[in-house]
């Protein structure tokens, strides 16, 4: 993968995000996926991060805005939020919900809003747990996921 990013970044991140999105909504209707196939999915949230890190600039279209949205090496809130560039100081009196999501922070939401987190098999539950754990400022930029992200690490499981 990595020597496709470095020669077609669009294609690597539209491709992991398109397949990613597409598994996680075949769950959330009610259609039976594998286990092994939900595991990738969440995988692939796990590690789009690092793939985020290695970018240098990437342009993707955003058919929901009709826009190009560039995208480069982020972390923090702006990883997860198109938000600008406020000063440090300022940064927690910025409602970061009102902006739109970066792909990660779409990714990590399909996460929360398709309750893959109930699926019935240990190893894809412990991929979401270790992938929401991994992207904790996620929840800066998207409060409202909190307690769904505590509700399921203390359901009847």
Same mark, same amino acid.
């Given at each position: 993968m990595d020597s496709v990013l470095s020669i077609?970044?669009? %294609? /690597? /991140?539209?491709?992991? +995000?398109?397949?990613?999105? +597409?598994?996680?909504? %075949?769950?959330a209707s009610g259609t039976a996926i594998e286990w092994n196939d939900a595991e990738l999915a969440i995988y692939l949230i796990f590690i789009f991060g690092e793939i985020?890190?290695? %970018?240098?600039?990437?342009?993707?279209y955003d058919p929901d805005m009709c826009v190009d949205v560039v995208q480069g090496p982020m972390k923090g809130r702006s990883a997860f939020s198109q938000a600008p560039q406020v000063p440090k100081e300022r940064r927690k009196e910025i409602d970061y919900a009102e902006f739109p999501l970066t792909p990660h922070g779409e990714l990590i939401m399909a996460l929360f809003e398709t309750?893959?987190?109930?699926y019935p098999n240990q190893a894809v539950v412990m991929q979401f747990f270790e992938t929401v754990a991994r992207y904790g400022d996620f929840f800066k930029v998207r409060k409202q996921c909190i307690v769904p992200a505590l509700e399921a690490m203390v359901d009847a499981r």
């Open positions: 077609d970044q669009g %294609l /690597v /991140v539209d491709a992991i +995000r398109t397949h990613t999105l +597409r598994t996680l909504q %075949l769950y985020n890190k290695s %970018l240098s600039a990437v342009t993707l309750g893959i987190s109930a």
